[in-house]
């Protein structure tokens, strides 16, 4: 007997794998007419309240299936739209968290497959990774092995794939001011070797972002003054005189002998921006 997909929530010995051919079955009863729609994506949820962690085939089709319906289901097909965003939001929150970790990853393909998507979905992404490094609970932190303070190679790789998603803006204000309380918080930390890799990239594409911060505008340079001196990091006050005087001297490369309020992550990010200039 085949399993139907908008009875799956209720299929007998829930916590039991579904097994190949059932997870088959629910593929083509969900996509027999080509889309996923409301009812369908709430029957997933309610589905994966009984399945979670029964079958890894079943983590996969849950995830494939709700990022289906997010991306390719909406008014115009490669784009989150607003409905859809907040609908997601409701879903996965639970106390302003999100708390499982298959919930996070629809989150984060979607982000990655769309072509376009509300900012504010992007921004909930980004700081549910910055509240289990800050304390030290989160969908990321499953084990409980990771200390608040610290961040995790998992928690690295998600941060990637939501600044450098394939649809997403350029980096953007919030988004590096996320990455700066993320290093302030995790400068005594035990971290993943990837993280000072991911700090520079993220801080430089977003300097960098501005045309070279050595050549700006009056209004882009306005904007970025005001991020570096509402940073509360050392590296604003510095990299405002080295912008200043790299404007108006040419040369940034003296600047690197810095008197030592600048944390190791800064000082290998000031290094990086002096090799680009």
């Known amino acids: 007997m085949s399993v139907h997909f908008r009875n799956v929530d209720k299929t007998d010995g829930a916590r039991l794998p579904l097994g190949d051919a059932a997870i088959q079955d629910l593929r083509r009863s969900i996509?027999?007419?080509?889309q996923i729609n409301r009812v369908e994506a709430d029957t997933l949820f309610l589905a994966n309240d009984q399945l979670r962690g029964s079958d890894a085939e079943w983590g996969v089709f849950f995830t494939e299936a709700l990022v289906e319906y997010m991306v390719d289901g909406g008014p115009r097909a490669g784009q989150i739209d607003e409905t859809r965003a907040r609908w997601l939001k409701a879903r996965i929150l639970f106390n302003g968290r999100v708390t499982?970790?298959?919930e996070l990853e629809v989150l984060l393909r979607a982000l990655e497959r769309a072509q376009l998507a509300?900012?504010?979905?992007?921004n909930?992404?980004?700081?549910?990774?910055?509240?289990?490094?800050?304390?030290?609970?989160?969908?990321?932190?499953?084990?409980?092995?990771?200390p608040a303070g610290s961040i995790n190679a998992d928690e690295v790789k998600a941060l990637r794939r939501i600044l450098?998603?394939?649809?997403?803006p350029a980096i953007s204000r919030a988004d590096i001011e996320v990455l700066f309380r993320i290093k302030q918080a995790t400068l005594d930390g035990d971290n993943a070797p990837e993280w000072e890799t991911l700090f520079v990239d993220g801080a430089s594409a977003y300097l960098l972002g501005f045309g070279g911060i050595y050549n700006l505008s009056d209004e882009r340079s306005a904007e970025l003054e005001d991020f570096l001196t509402h940073t509360g990091a050392a590296i604003g006050d510095f990299l405002n005189l080295a912008m200043r005087n790299a404007m108006d001297e040419g040369d940034i490369y003296g600047l690197l002998e810095v008197d030592g309020t600048l944390d190791p992550l800064e000082k290998v990010l000031v290094a990086f921006l002096a090799s680009r200039h």
């Open 164 to 168: 450098f998603a394939h649809g997403g």
């Open 100 to 102: 499982e970790r298959d």
């Open 118 to 122: 509300p900012a504010w979905l992007r």
């Open 31 to 34: 996509w027999s007419d080509g």
């Open 124 to 146: 909930l992404a980004l700081e549910e990774i910055a509240q289990a490094v800050i304390q030290g609970l989160g969908s990321t932190r499953p084990d409980g092995n990771t």
